[in-house]
């Protein structure tokens, strides 16, 4: 092992912390509270804007794809770093509005970068870190998602206050200031890779399947709070903007949580018991979007929610750690699982706005297919533990 590991073993896991809040925490979630500046500065038009947050999503599905393929060419520290630098420049460039097609390419790429870290990140890590510490360790790789989502409640007004121009460089500055901090932290070029040449690919078992599905169920339920929860409670309750305010200051609080929280469950629970008991909790507080308009209520519950985006990417880590062996099988495995929740996550993105449209603004539609997504997640486990039955009553029949 490498022996600055050795000397310091929180290295690798601030490094891959700050790739996460960097590539996605900053480089994704940033954007929302940007959205009323940008249209009342008059940068883009309003309908421009939602079209620009779009290209984030639909820039990290192709990150997904083109990560491991990265890897293999160069080292898979090599490429995070750069992917960090890439998220600064993004920013950077995003400062001068020069056009609508300069901007998507710029919103694009940062979701490329997002991507390849997502696949990457932990893979290049985790080998470094005790199988039985990994789930936190994971968690706090990933931590980095809940603190970005903190920091577009918090950082992100208080830099407008200088300026939508000083806000963008503000960012740029930050995720500079992160990657350079980050630098020496990863894992030496020698340790094991992420992605090694000419391995075959991990067999498709049925739990790996089933794994894949809820995945990406779980990435359709969690886009409806994530995208429309701060206009339900401000326009949609009436309740005001500094409520919506405090709703998404308590989604980002449980972001925060969220991370370290599950990966511990995976470490004490298992990652499938983990899984099961968070989806539950999920489907409670989706239902009391559905039926409270207690702003007590909806806050417990916004904490709660805030917890899913970045705490279900430790346990569905740790699943994937459970059912395949092999570095490199676990990081194929991985990246297929990302590449599945990216998808679903940008169709759904589109699929709510739609809905949102066609019902003429009916919130209660999108918490429903959301909670209806939570539903099927818990189902499609259930029919796992259903052919495990079967399979076992068939190989006992044989004998």
């Known amino acids: 092992m490498n022996a600055s590991i050795q000397r310091a073993p929180w290295l690798p896991i601030w490094a891959g912390l700050c790739a996460s809040l960097v590539g996605i925490g900053l480089a994704r979630f940033a954007y929302t509270p940007l959205i009323p500046a940008l249209i009342n500065a008059h940068w883009f038009a309003s309908s421009a804007v939602v079209y620009l947050g779009a290209a984030n999503l639909a820039g990290y599905l192709v990150g997904a794809l083109i990560g491991r393929p990265l890897a293999k060419r160069w080292s898979g520290a090599t490429v995070l770093r750069g992917m960090m630098v890439l998220v600064s420049l993004t920013f950077l460039a995003c400062a001068w509005p020069l056009s609508v097609g300069w901007f998507f390419a710029w919103r694009m790429l940062s979701g490329v970068a997002g991507g390849v870290i997502m696949v990457l990140v932990a893979s290049v890590i985790l080998p470094h870190v005790s199988a039985t510490r990994r789930g936190l360790a994971s968690g706090a790789i990933f931590l980095g998602l809940g603190l970005g989502v903190a920091a577009s409640a918090s950082l992100v007004p208080w830099l407008l206050e200088k300026g939508l121009q000083q806000t963008w460089l503000g960012l740029a500055a930050l995720a500079l200031l992160l990657t350079f901090s980050s630098w020496a932290g990863w894992p030496g070029e020698h340790g094991p890779q992420p992605a090694a040449p000419g391995l075959p690919q991990p067999a498709v078992s049925p739990a790996i399947l089933v794994l894949f599905g809820q995945y990406a169920l779980m990435a359709t339920a969690l886009v409806a709070p994530m995208m429309f929860l701060v206009d339900y409670v401000s326009r949609g309750l009436g309740a005001g903007s500094h409520a919506g305010a405090a709703m998404w200051g308590l989604y980002g609080l449980g972001a925060i949580v969220g991370p370290v929280l599950y990966g511990l469950l995976a470490d004490h629970l298992g990652a499938r018991a983990g899984i099961r008991l968070v989806l539950l909790a999920q489907l409670a507080a989706l239902g009391a979007l559905l039926v409270s308009h207690d702003l007590r209520v909806l806050g417990a519950a916004a904490l709660l929610i805030g917890s899913f985006p970045p705490g279900i990417v430790p346990l569905a880590l740790a699943r994937v750690h459970q059912l395949v062996e092999g570095h490199a099988r676990q990081s194929a495995t991985w990246s297929r699982a990302t590449v599945s929740f990216a998808s679903f996550q940008a169709i759904a993105g589109y699929a709510y706005s739609a809905l949102f ?43």
Request: hydrophobic share 60%.
């Open 357 to 399: 449209a066609a019902t003429d603004g009916h919130y209660g539609a999108l918490f429903g297919v959301a909670a209806g997504a939570v539903v099927l997640a818990l189902l499609v486990d259930m029919l796992l533990k259903e052919r495990q039955a079967m399979s076992l009553i068939a190989n006992s029949s044989a004998r």
